[in-house]
């Protein structure tokens, strides 16, 4: 009789790893809503009670689209969901590595600047964890595999 069991290639298809890809795809939701809140939302309503103009403290940057962008790449398995994975991934690693390593040579800490550098830690652990999981391959999507 012949059996259904999809074979060891497919072990994560609804395992730990795809539970562990999930809660990073909303994690980056989450990460998304924070800095348009943190870059947008809160510099407008400051510089509105400041009488300022709105635009003044504005961080302008378009790192949310691309997070919410791989975070349905995570979850509805597009074909180039591991390369984007890993290209943005390394891609945050650096350029916030780098970003920390100059502000804490000499730090400021006005609201502003510990509002970007609680952001950008928590980007950091984000794109951290999603890179070292990639890397070591406890992820599914380098099988190709589709949500079910």
């Not at 951290?128 to 595999?145: N, P, W, Y």
Request: glycine residues 6%.
């Amino acid at each position: 009789m012949a059996t259904n069991h999809p074979g060891p290639t497919h072990r994560f298809a609804t395992g730990p790893a795809r539970a562990w890809m999930t809660f990073l795809a909303h994690g980056l939701f989450i990460l998304a809503a924070w800095t348009l809140f943190i870059k947008y939302l809160f510099p407008i309503a400051m510089a509105l009670a400041a009488g300022k103009p709105l635009h003044t403290h504005i961080y302008w940057d378009f790192w949310p689209v691309v997070h919410v962008w791989l975070g349905w790449a995570l979850l509805a398995r597009p074909a180039y969901a591991r390369t984007l994975a890993l290209v943005v991934a390394l891609t945050e690693v650096v350029i916030v590595l780098t970003l920390l390593t100059g502000f804490l040579a000499e730090p400021q800490w006005s609201i502003w600047r510990t509002n970007w550098f609680v952001n950008k830690v928590f980007v950091l652990a984000c794109f951290s964890a999603l890179l070292i999981t990639l890397l070591v391959g406890a992820d599914d999507l380098k099988r190709g595999e589709r949500p079910s």
